[in-house]
């Protein structure tokens, strides 16, 4: 029995998304902007139209198109669900990692979602497009 995997939104076994040129599994289209902000500049192409989001937890690839594919060490910032460390941005506008909720939480200062976004600013945002490597 397969396990599906879900992230962003879309089902990895999606068959009419792009695939992965490194591991073969879908991706998620992202727009131009969040390619732009996020791969380092001396990596990012001429144009950044066409690119994709892998899915894959496992895959080194963060994003791919036809002009080319940009692993892990192409980009700004570690990706949520590729990363397994509690210092992964959850929130990338306001830059709060899961370590920083899994301590308020323990600290007992926090609640719910309510309390959260209060004493971390997490998920208040509004710059999802160029900080979050989904671009959500």
């Given at each position: 029995?397969?396990?599906?995997?879900?992230v962003c939104g879309v089902r990895a076994g999606d068959l009419t998304?792009?695939?992965?040129?490194?591991?073969?599994?879908?991706?998620?289209?992202?727009?131009?902007?969040?390619?732009?902000?996020?791969?380092?500049?001396?990596?990012?192409?001429?144009?950044?139209?066409?690119?994709?989001?892998?899915?894959?937890?496992?895959?080194?690839?963060?994003?791919?198109?036809?002009?080319?594919?940009?692993?892990?060490?192409?980009?700004?910032?570690?990706?949520?669900?590729?990363?397994?460390?509690?210092?992964?941005?959850?929130?990338?506008?306001?830059?709060?990692?899961?370590?920083?909720?899994?301590?308020?939480?323990?600290?007992?200062?926090?609640?719910?979602?309510?309390?959260?976004?209060?004493?971390?600013?997490?998920?208040t945002g509004k710059d999802c497009?160029?900080?979050?490597?989904?671009?959500?």
């Amino acid at each position: 029995m397969s396990r599906e995997i879900i992230v962003c939104g879309v089902r990895a076994g999606d068959l009419t998304a792009p695939r992965c040129p490194v591991c073969g599994r879908p991706g998620r289209g992202v727009r131009p902007e969040t390619v732009e902000n996020l791969v380092l500049e001396e990596e990012l192409p001429a144009h950044c139209e066409g690119y994709s989001l892998c899915l894959d937890p496992g895959c080194e690839v963060i994003y791919f198109g036809a002009a080319g594919v940009f692993f892990k060490k192409d980009v700004r910032v570690k990706v949520w669900f590729k990363e397994k460390d509690h210092d992964v941005p959850v929130c990338y506008c306001k830059g709060v990692t899961g370590r920083e909720i899994i301590d308020h939480l323990a600290r007992g200062c926090c609640r719910d979602m309510k309390d959260i976004q209060r004493h971390t600013g997490a998920n208040t945002g509004k710059d999802c497009l160029v900080k979050n490597p989904a671009g959500t």
